[in-house]
């Protein structure tokens, strides 16, 4: 082993690796024998590409050149298309209009062009035989005067260009339209503000002859997600009633009983349309995923009741569909291969589908994460996936410890995932250890941990992070040597870290975060508009509450180098909150560097600006704590400010 700095440890991952084929599979769709899946590709402009595999296991592109299967709903999407008999339908990026692909076919509109460019948009469809129900987003003309655009369950004839017929309205928010085997129901997930998905949800299905509807699960406190119909007319749904999100079933007339009950959470935060966490087979076998401790399992439940783990190596399951009597598909990683496609039968057996990408890197090379609880204030702990610095060549000076990266994920309702992702071993392999923090607030420990963050925004889950890295300084890191990175949500806390005047951290890096409260609950999206609310406080009620806690109101006490990556067309975080906290570092003379992406939304999809993104993090970090970068890679360095 060749002895090096930390940090500056040649790596065969470089941020070119990081994006050479890279692909996220964000959906998975079964249709009779063919699976179907979609693939964000940033080596061609970030765009959404379907593909399908065939039962004799051909695979091939789905959508024609330049076509991008991405909805704009609630700004973070999800649900952009679905498929039915071969036949695929889609929101086209570009424009927002539904669209209609026969096999072998060219893309039809069956949405007409929007009084407002990309006006109306589609998502979460279901199809039921000539008749398709989804959620429609109608921007430009807001409902009760607050100038917010409206969002309500549509029905549309599923092969013939025409008008749009509302089904539900009213609501803020509309999820998860279903219709009953027989058609004649409709079954339906809807909050209002100040709500969020994960906080008071109501599931709602309504007689489509008689009009009549019932209210069959959520209200206050309770949190329901992923409605779907069974053949018998029975309606399986997530509920988190008991602390957890677990698994219950519904017959008209009947009441809710329990399905799978298990301390750990087999719903996610419904940040994206069209989430699937488990899957109701034909032999009367229930496939799911659940999350305790920071990882997922699969799982299986017999007919006869009986819950078993599958002995697997996913650790990070973000899709399961029914495929058959006994089997699924889902889209899964573990912790030392990237997400692939996989069919998996009740007994464990696997068949990849679509495989994670070959990075050719050698196993010893990998660093695995470790789940660590850590004291995190009186009566309280919190959590973090720590991965150790890993080399196959090169380790650090003997007595020295690594510097820290200390990430904060976005959300905030969200956490840290435990699979295997390359953006982190990019700085592992280069002798950083990186703590990936699930502060109160994160998802994956019971609503109650949740719940943690209401109120106390910039609080909880800066004391967490501040936390994690001083239990980490006493015997694994460099106490002088430890970094914080996040991005949105998780920006803004490591504004708010760096803005103290006890802050443990050295430099920081803020991806597209929040740097003044007041701004955001003014000028965000509708679906995060009302967010803050239960966050933070009423606003502007509690104006004071919101100017204590913005790093903007704070920076005489920032003294740490920082910088800023941004996107010019983020409608979730305007770039105006990363350019009030540069202009106001560079005012006081606090190093700082700042790079805005053109073309970019809330977070980076081209692979070039993945790539300059990584390079110049790693190159203000280079500059910051003075060591060297590998002369092979040739990164271009970043300019820092007031340096």
């Known amino acids: ?66 076509s991008n299967a991405r909805t704009a709903v609630h700004e973070y999407g999800g649900g952009g298309w679905w498929v039915r008999d071969g036949v695929v339908w889609f929101t086209e990026w570009a424009d927002q209009r539904l669209y209609r692909l026969e096999p072998g076919g060219t893309p039809v509109a069956l949405t007409a062009e929007p009084a407002v460019p990309r006006g109306d948009r589609y998502a979460d469809g279901d199809v039921l035989g000539d008749t398709i ?9 807001g409902d009760e005067g607050r100038g917010e655009p409206r969002n309500e369950i549509v029905r549309l004839h599923a092969h013939t260009p025409g008008e749009a017929e509302v089904l539900v309205s009213g ?57 779907v119909w069974q053949p018998d007319g029975a309606l399986w749904f997530l509920s988190d009633r008991t602390d ?57 439940r017999g007919s006869g ?45 696997v068949e990849t589908l679509r495989p994670a990408r070959d990075l050719g890197l050698d196993p010893a090379g990998i660093s695995v994460s470790e789940h660590v609880t850590f004291p995190a204030g009186e009566d309280r702990v919190a959590h973090l996936l720590y991965h150790p610095p890993t080399s196959v060549t090169h380790t650090g000076p003997e007595g020295e410890r690594p510097p820290l990266v200390v990430v904060i994920h976005g959300g905030p309702t969200a956490d840290a995932d435990p699979g295997f992702a390359v953006g982190t071993q990019f700085w592992t392999s280069r002798g950083f250890a990186v703590a990936s923090v699930n502060h109160g607030g994160s998802t994956g420990y019971g609503r109650a941990f949740r719940d943690e963050l209401l109120g106390q925004w910039g609080v909880v889950d800066v004391a967490d992070c501040l936390a994690a890295a001083r239990h980490l300084a006493r015997d694994r890191v460099d106490p002088d040597r430890m970094l914080i990175r996040g991005g949105s949500a998780g920006g803004y806390t490591v504004l708010s870290a760096l803005a103290r005047s006890d802050t443990p951290f050295a430099a920081g890096a803020d991806h597209f975060g929040v740097a003044d409260l007041e701004v955001l609950a003014r000028d965000t999206h509708k679906f995060e508009s009302r967010y803050l609310d239960r966050l933070v406080g009423p606003y502007p009620q509690a104006r004071d509450v919101y100017v204590e806690r913005s790093p903007i109101h704070h920076v005489a006490q920032f003294s740490r180098p920082l910088i800023v990556l941004q996107g010019s067309e983020d409608a979730v975080v305007p770039p105006e909150q990363s350019e009030l906290i540069v202009d106001a570092l560079r005012a006081k003379g606090v190093p ?52």
């Not at 129900?133 to 003309?141: A, N, Q, S």
């Not at 677990?246 to 069209?274: C, K």
């Not at 399951?317 to 029914?322: D, E, L, S, T």
Request: hydrophobic share 45%; glycine share 8%; aromatic share 8%.
């Open 244 to 300: 957890w999100w677990n698994l219950y079933r519904w017959v008209p007339g009947s009441d809710i009983e329990p399905v799978v009950r298990t301390d750990s959470e087999i719903a996610l935060p419904a940040w994206r349309l069209a989430t699937s966490r488990f899957a109701v087979l034909d032999g009367g076998a229930v496939v799911f995923a659940h999350r305790r401790r920071g990882a997922d399992a699969l799982a299986v």
């Open 133 to 141: 129900v989804c959620v429609r987003e109608r921007h430009g003309d």
């Open 1 to 66: 082993m060749t002895i090096a700095p930390f940090g500056s440890w040649p790596t065969p991952i470089t941020s070119e690796l990081v994006v050479a084929a890279a692909v996220r599979i964000s959906e998975a769709r079964v249709d009779g024998a063919d699976v179907y899946w979609s693939e964000d590709r940033p080596d061609e402009g970030g765009r959404t590409q379907i593909v399908r595999r065939s039962a004799d296991g051909t695979a091939g592109d789905v959508l024609p050149a330049g």
């Open 592 to 643: 700082v560097a700042y790079l805005l992406f053109d073309g970019e939304q809330h977070g980076f999809r081209r692979a070039e600006n993945i790539r300059r993104a990584l390079d110049a993090e790693l190159s203000f970090y280079a500059q910051v704590l003075g060591f060297d970068l590998p002369a092979a890679e040739k990164i271009e360095p970043v300019h820092i400010e007031n340096l």
């Open 171 to 227: 609501p803020d928010f509309v999820a998860a339209p279903r219709l009953s085997p027989d058609g004649a129901t409709l079954a339906w997930l809807h909050w209002s503000h100040p709500s969020m998905p994960w906080d008071d949800t109501e599931l709602v299905v309504r007689d489509l002859v008689t009009g009549e509807e019932t209210v069959v699960a959520g209200g206050p406190g309770e949190s329901v997600a992923e409605p």
């Open 305 to 349: 009741g009986l819950i078993a783990d599958l002995d697997l190596p996913f650790c990070s399951i973000a899709v399961v569909r029914a495929a058959g009597p006994d089997a699924a598909v889902v889209v899964a990683g573990t912790r030392t291969s990237e997400p692939g496609v996989y069919r998996v039968t009740v007994a464990g057996d």
